[in-house]
Every structure is written in structure tokens, then in C-alpha cells.
Nanobody
């Protein structure tokens, strides 16, 4: 199983970024996918989850209305569109899959929201 995130960077408050996670090594279309984020000294917090078909999504209250998770099962990718970014969104963002009771994580991508 391999998960590779991309798309992070430095953005001004109010700006947008689109994160991507390329998955391989498992049947992507059979599993829900999630995005988490982590700030220094803290654990990883759930940002959003999408079911295997993309038919249902769940968001943390702090990102509802600003972030959108989506997936392309033909390309084995999951995305996180982040709009109206705030300084408190600054974190390392990880994608995660859970297969047969085990969690798999990507290496993370840094998002910094600052003027």
C-alpha cells in the first residue's frame, strides 16, 4: 500500500489549495479514504472522510463549508479542495486508508496559511 500526497504550500488567508493523494497497492474503489491534519505537538485530527463510492462525506466542524473531499476511482486519487483558508488551517495534511483493521498513511504535505 502506498499513499502519496501532493499540493501543499504557502497560501495567504482567504486563499485556496487543492491537495491530492495518489493511492496504489490495493483496490482503491473498495475503501473509504480520509484526510487528517497535524500541528506540532498535537495528534492527527480528522478533517474529512469519503466513502468508497464517493456517495457520502463527513467533515470536521472546523472545515465544513470551506473544504470539499472528492475522489476519482478511475485514477486512484482522493482530493481535498480547501477554500477560504485560515491561519489555523496550517498543518501537515495526511491521507489515510484503513484496510482490514490497519491504517495506512502517506508521508504528509505541509500547508501554511500566512500573510
Amino acid at each position: 500500500v502506498q499513499l502519496v500526497e501532493s499540493g501543499g504550500g504557502l497560501v495567504q488567508p482567504g486563499g485556496s489549495l487543492r491537495l491530492s493523494c495518489a493511492a496504489s497497492g490495493f483496490t482503491f474503489s473498495s475503501y473509504a479514504m480520509s484526510w487528517y491534519r497535524q500541528t506540532p505537538g498535537n495528534g492527527r485530527d480528522l478533517v474529512a472522510t469519503i466513502t468508497n463510492t464517493g456517495g457520502s462525506t463527513v467533515y470536521a466542524d472546523s472545515v465544513k463549508g470551506r473544504f470539499t473531499i472528492s475522489r476519482d476511482n478511475a485514477k486512484n486519487t482522493v482530493h481535498l479542495q480547501m477554500n477560504i483558508l485560515k491561519p489555523e488551517d496550517t498543518a501537515v495534511y495526511y491521507c489515510k486508508s484503513r484496510l482490514t483493521g490497519r491504517d495506512y498513511w502517506g508521508q504528509g504535505t505541509q500547508v501554511t496559511v500566512s500573510s
